[in-house]
């Protein structure tokens, strides 16, 4: 069983950055494409990016491009969500999740195999 262990998040003001880091215990990434996910209590849980382990190829949401960044580092077999310039709406708890989707469905949560526990992000105004 493969469990991911996710490790940032915190309280940051607006304007702010951090760092999420996702590794599978016990296992690897390799075949699978790694994604990360926002929620909001009473919602659903929102696609945020998601990067190919094999070729790196990357997607983002709209509203993250051009202030997120999803990387893997093959070395550490961990994959990184650098989240700078944040604004409150960020705020939520961030999952990572891992999966073997087609390219139409990797924004889809439902379609992911493995998840984490969850880190909470609250970006203050």
């Known amino acids: 069983q493969v469990q991911l262990v996710e490790s940032g998040g915190g309280l940051v003001q607006t304007g702010g950055s951090l760092r999420l880091s996702c590794t599978p215990s016990?296992?690897?990434?390799?075949?699978?494409?790694v994604a990360w996910f926002r929620q909001d209590p009473g919602k659903e849980r929102e696609f945020v990016a998601a990067?190919?382990?094999?070729?790196?190829?990357?997607h983002y949401a709209d509203s993250v491009k051009g202030r997120f960044t999803i990387s893997r580092d093959k070395s550490k077999n961990t994959v990184t969500l650098q989240m700078n310039s944040l604004k409150p709406e960020d705020t939520g708890t961030y999952y990572c999740?891992?999966?073997?989707?087609?390219?139409?469905?990797?924004?889809?949560?439902?379609?992911?195999?493995?998840w984490g526990q969850g880190t909470q992000v609250a970006v203050s105004t």
């Open positions: 999740a891992s999966g073997q989707p087609i390219l139409s469905a990797i924004r889809s949560s439902t379609i992911y195999r493995y």
């Open positions: 016990g296992s690897t990434f390799n075949g699978y494409t």
């Open positions: 990067s190919r382990w094999t070729g790196g190829t990357t």
